[in-house]
């Protein structure tokens, strides 16, 4: 599928900290999901947004579906070790369940 | 949220040979589940549509006589890379739809690492 605009590629942070990234794209999408792969493992869904506007909540996660239907973003608040991994966004908008993915950001997280 | 299994999680295999992953969706039915390879820091490459009772469908450049494709009941798919080579060796990833009709959502088994000697 078409790659999704992905940004930062990577984040040092320390424990504690919030975070923030985020997904653009030039084309519409119905649906906004994001999803965090550790090492080894496949993608577990996180957020999954289904509205433009709508900002949801998943513990310290937060996620957003961009007014233009064009982009999403992702925070995390108050980080903590387990945080650690890498956050795929995914957006969807036809009727065969296929995704576009981000690139992916790697964070990390310093005690 | 919906489980979906993947078996093996790792496979070292000589090349030549042939090697089968399957991906079971646990606790639903998924008509359709895909396929992606997944290269060492990067993002998921999608392999192949697979649908229950019918042939699946490649992305462009995925051989499709390489990478065999199964689905023949609604909680089973299976993908067989056949005569592997060292360049076939990647992280499989399998993911089945198991949300609300259209949203997209989509559920991940664990990965399968395939090690071609």
């Known amino acids: 599928g078409q790659q999704l605009n992905q940004s930062p590629q990577s984040m040092f942070i320390q424990e504690g900290e919030d975070v923030s990234m985020n997904c653009t794209s030039s084309?519409?999408?119905?649906?906004w999901l994001w999803y965090k792969q550790e090492p080894g493992e496949g993608p577990v869904l996180l957020i999954a947004?289904?509205?433009?506007?709508e900002l949801t909540s998943n513990g310290r996660l937060t996620a957003q579906f961009g007014i233009t239907r064009k982009d999403s973003f992702l925070n995390i608040s108050a980080s903590i070790p387990s945080d650690v991994g890498i956050y795929f966004c995914?957006?969807?908008?036809?009727?065969?369940?296929?995704?576009?993915f981000g690139a992916g950001t790697t964070v990390t997280v310093r005690a | 949220g919906a489980v979906v299994s993947q078996h093996p999680s790792w496979v070292i295999c000589k090349s030549g040979t042939s090697v089968k992953i399957e991906c079971r969706s646990l606790?639903?039915?998924?008509?359709?589940m895909f396929w992606y390879r997944q290269f060492p820091k990067q993002s998921l490459m999608l392999m192949a549509t697979?649908?229950?009772?019918?042939?699946?469908?490649?992305e462009q450049g995925v051989e499709k006589d390489k990478f065999l494709i199964n689905h023949a009941s609604l909680t089973l798919s299976t993908l067989t890379v056949t005569s592997a080579h060292p360049e076939d060796s990647s992280f499989y990833i399998c993911?089945?739809?198991?949300?609300?009709?259209?949203?997209?959502?989509?559920?991940f088994g664990e990965g399968s690492r395939l090690t071609v000697l």
């Open positions: 993911s089945a739809a198991g949300g609300r009709p259209n949203t997209g959502e989509l559920f």
């Open positions: 084309s519409i999408f119905n649906t």
């Open positions: 947004l289904y509205k433009a506007g």
């Open positions: 995914a957006g969807h908008r036809s009727n065969d369940y296929k995704l576009s």
């Open positions: 606790d639903f039915q998924a008509t359709t």
């Open positions: 697979s649908n229950e009772g019918s042939k699946a469908t490649y």
